[in-house]
C-alpha cells in the first residue's frame, strides 16, 4: 500500500511551452501533497504545499505563476511549467500524505529537460 | 534550512549493520523524526519515524537518545541494495505545519 504514482517520468519539451506532470496517490487518500525540485547532486527543495480543494502554499522564492498548481481531488494533484525555460529542467517529485497518518509517501520523480 | 546535521558518508561491508548518526538538539517537543532515502534518481523512500520510544521496522531501528537531541538509524544487515543517500528530518507531526525539509543527508555506500 501507499503508492504515489508520477506521470510522466520524463519528458522533453520545447522552450516556451509547458509541462503539466500527474501526481497519483493510488491506493489512499492525500489531503496533502507536496512538491518538490532537486537539481544534480543537490537535495530536494520544497516548493509547494497542495491542499484538496484549496490553493497551494508556496514556498518563499517559488513563482506561484510559473508554477501552477491544482489539487482538485483527494488523489489527483498536478503540476504545471508554464513557459518552460532551461533553467526549469530539473527533476521533480511529489509526495502524498495519507489522511490519518503522519509518514508522507513519494512518487518515483518526473524528469523534466527543456531545450 | 533543515534541523538536522549528519555526516555527509558513511561506508559499510555488506551483511554488517550500517548505523547511521543524526543530531537534532534543537526539536521541541512534538516534533518526530523521520527518515528517508534515495536511491539515485528515484523518489525518496520512507523508511521509518518516531516521536521518543525506539522503534523497529521491517527496513530498520530507529533509536532516539532519551534527550531526544540526536537518533540514530540502524540497518542490521545492509545490502548493496541499501547504498542511498539517508535524510533524517524533523517535523510536527500534522497541520500546516507538517513540513519534510531535507537536508543534505548522509550517502551510505555498501560495500562488497
Known amino acids: 500500500g501507499a503508492v504515489v504514482s508520477q506521470h510522466p517520468s520524463w519528458v522533453i519539451c520545447k522552450s516556451g511551452t509547458s509541462v503539466k506532470i500527474e501526481c497519483r496517490s493510488l491506493?489512499?487518500?492525500?489531503?496533502?501533497m507536496f512538491w518538490y525540485r532537486q537539481f544534480p547532486k543537490q537535495s530536494l527543495m520544497l516548493m509547494a504545499t497542495?491542499?484538496?480543494?484549496?490553493?497551494?502554499?508556496?514556498e518563499q522564492g517559488v513563482e506561484k505563476d510559473k508554477f501552477l498548481i491544482n489539487h482538485a481531488s483527494l488523489t489527483l494533484s498536478t503540476l504545471t511549467v508554464t513557459s518552460a525555460h532551461p533553467e526549469d529542467s530539473s527533476f521533480y517529485i511529489c509526495?502524498?500524505?495519507?489522511?490519518?497518518?503522519?509518514?508522507?509517501?513519494f512518487g518515483q520523480g518526473t524528469r523534466l529537460t527543456v531545450v | 534550512d533543515a534541523k538536522t546535521t549528519q555526516p555527509p558518508s558513511m561506508d559499510c561491508a555488506e551483511g554488517r549493520a550500517a548505523n547511521l548518526p543524526c543530531n537534532h538538539s534543537?526539536?521541541?517537543?512534538?516534533?518526530?523524526v523521520y527518515w528517508y532515502r534515495q536511491i539515485h534518481s528515484q523518489g525518496p523512500q520512507y523508511i521509518i519515524h518516531g516521536l521518543k520510544n525506539n522503534e523497529t521496522n521491517e527496513m530498520a531501528s530507529l533509536i532516539i537518545t532519551e534527550d531526544r537531541k540526536s537518533s540514530t538509524l540502524i540497518l542490521p544487515h545492509a545490502t548493496l541494495r541499501d547504498t542511498a543517500v539517508y535524510y533524517c528530518i524533523v517535523s510536527e507531526r500534522g497541520g500546516s505545519n507538517y513540513k519534510l525539509t531535507f537536508g543534505k543527508g548522509t550517502l551510505l555506500t555498501v560495500n562488497p
Open positions: 491506493d489512499f487518500q492525500a489531503t496533502t
Open positions: 534543537t526539536i521541541s517537543g512534538n516534533e518526530y
Open positions: 497542495s491542499n484538496e480543494g484549496s490553493k497551494a502554499t508556496y
Open positions: 509526495s502524498a500524505r495519507r489522511i490519518g497518518f503522519t509518514e508522507a509517501f
